[in-house]
């Protein structure tokens, strides 16, 4: 728990320094993602949730700058569970989570205003209300399992975006891998998400 602690206040630190720092733009992202769960035989399937977070680049220097931001993010695996001798039924855990990251990211600004760029950072995500058991032939059987509150991890990317007068718009694809438990008294399973999605940014000060 006390790891939960440093890491979650480190996150919170990095993005509350965005807030003093130059910010050169503010930027909104949102897409699907690939998640399922590893490390043990439950919820190896992968489910698609979307996710949506809201930023902003700071310290942006010719060849690198910090990114910062906060969204909604939901995570989970598909499984077929037996539930009786003879039945299976086909389960999905799925759970909304509130994400918070910040990235370091290498750039290469192209002479055509093509910005690519790749990066990596921790990620907290902290569980939003409660976790959703779903089966497709049966709706009242609970199998038990609850995400804890809190997870940890680290967030890979890799991406470009256009540049116009004001606004760019590119694309991104990231990997998460949780460091902590996903699930309650499973330690093992941890949870593993890639996500496509489209970045929107606004280009704040002189240009």
Not at 126 to 133: A, F, N, P, T
Not at 152 to 178: H, I, M
Not at 185 to 204: C, Q
């Amino acid at each position: 728990m006390r790891k939960t602690y440093w890491w979650s206040a480190f996150v919170l630190l990095l993005i509350s320094v965005s807030v003093e720092a130059q910010v050169s733009r503010v930027k909104m992202e949102g897409g699907v993602g690939f998640s399922s769960m590893h490390g043990m035989d439950l919820f190896n399937e992968a489910v698609h949730p979307f996710y949506f977070t809201v930023g902003a680049e700071y310290l942006d220097r010719d060849w690198f700058h910090l990114s910062s931001n906060v969204g909604v993010v939901r995570k989970g695996g598909n499984d077929d569970l037996r539930i009786s001798m003879d039945e299976e039924a086909d389960w999905s855990l799925m759970g909304t989570f509130l994400t918070l990251n910040t990235l370091f990211d290498v750039k290469k600004v192209s002479y055509d205003g093509y910005t690519f760029y790749a990066g990596a950072g921790p990620v907290v995500n902290i569980k939003v209300g409660r976790s959703e058991e779903i089966s497709s032939k049966l709706h009242d059987v609970s199998t038990g399992f609850d995400f804890n509150p809190v997870h940890l991890g680290v967030r890979c990317e890799l991406g470009v975006k256009k540049d116009f007068k004001r606004t760019a718009l590119g694309l991104v694809a990231s990997y998460q891998t949780a460091l902590t438990s996903y699930v309650k008294n499973l330690s093992d399973l941890r949870d593993r998400t890639f996500t496509l999605g489209i970045t929107l940014d606004f280009m704040l000060g002189a240009k």
